[in-house]
T-cell receptor
Framework: EDQVTQSPEALRLQEGESSSLNCSYT??????LFWYRQDPGKGPEFLFT???AGEEKEKERLKATLTKKESFLHITAPKPEDSATYLC????????????FGKGITLSVRP | DGGITQSPKYLFRKEGQNVTLSCEQN?????MYWYRQDPGQGLRLIYY???????QKGDIAEGYSVSREKKESFPLTVTSAQKNPTAFYLC???????????FGQGTRLTVV
């Protein structure tokens, strides 16, 4: 069974204090790993897709990396508007395209 | 604007009643999904459909039903058999195969 574990559950940062969010996964053949951002009361917003170990993608203050067992979402010099819940999901090799999600990491950035 | 539209945003239901949540997409995506989100839990897959007139059960399908009569529409019915229906429901769509899914803004269902 595919599993995704995100840590920590919650993270509080001071504005400008860089940090990383972790996503550990167990899947029978990884097809893709996805990061989403979710604001309270809204649907998740797609951020990145990573396909193979060693791959990195960047968008503004966010950088996602992937190894064979985990992914990191690095946040450089965060701003209060980066406060949100960050979701990680995996897609396994197989006959369908469904995603398995972690529980999410709630990030709060204080000004 | 291309996107996924869920309606209504808020829905209240009395115990014992069925209720249908709407999901429409104009992205020309082949696949559509329904997820349920509860506080402190990840998104859990209810049903998904990869082509018109075909759908599969996800991890928590009991008490729910769906139809896929048109490519752009994938309504979800929460039946009276669903024991704990109060939750945030999210609809998503994607291209067929292995691509990222895009989400609607959700429907918050409350049973009163």
């Amino acid at each position: 069974e595919d599993q995704v574990t995100q840590s920590p559950e919650a993270l509080r940062l001071q504005e400008g204090e860089s940090s990383s969010l972790n996503c550990s996964y167990t899947v029978s053949g990884l097809r893709g790993l996805f990061w989403y951002r979710q604001d309270p009361g809204k649907g998740p917003e797609f951020l990145f897709t990573l396909y193979s170990a060693g791959e990195e993608k960047e968008k503004e203050r966010l950088k996602a990396t992937l190894t064979k067992k985990e992914s990191f979402l690095h946040i450089t010099a965060p701003k209060p508007e980066d406060s949100a819940t960050y979701l990680c999901a995996v897609q396994a090799e197989g006959a369908n395209s469904k995603l398995t999600f972690g529980k999410g990491i709630t990030l709060s950035v204080r000004p | 604007d291309g996107g996924i539209t869920q309606s209504p945003k808020y829905l209240f239901r009395k115990e014992g009643q069925n209720v249908t949540l709407s999901c429409e997409q104009n992205l020309n995506h082949d696949a559509m999904y329904w997820y349920r989100q509860d506080p402190g839990q990840g998104l859990r897959l209810i049903y998904y459909s990869q082509i018109v007139n075909d759908f599969q059960k996800g991890d928590i399908a009991e008490g729910y039903s769906v139809s896929r009569e048109k490519k752009e529409s994938f309504p979800l019915t929460v039946t009276s058999a669903q024991k704990n229906p109060t939750a945030f429901y999210l609809c998503a769509s994607s291209w067929a195969g292995y691509t990222e899914a895009f989400f609607g803004q959700g429907t918050r269902l409350t049973v009163v």
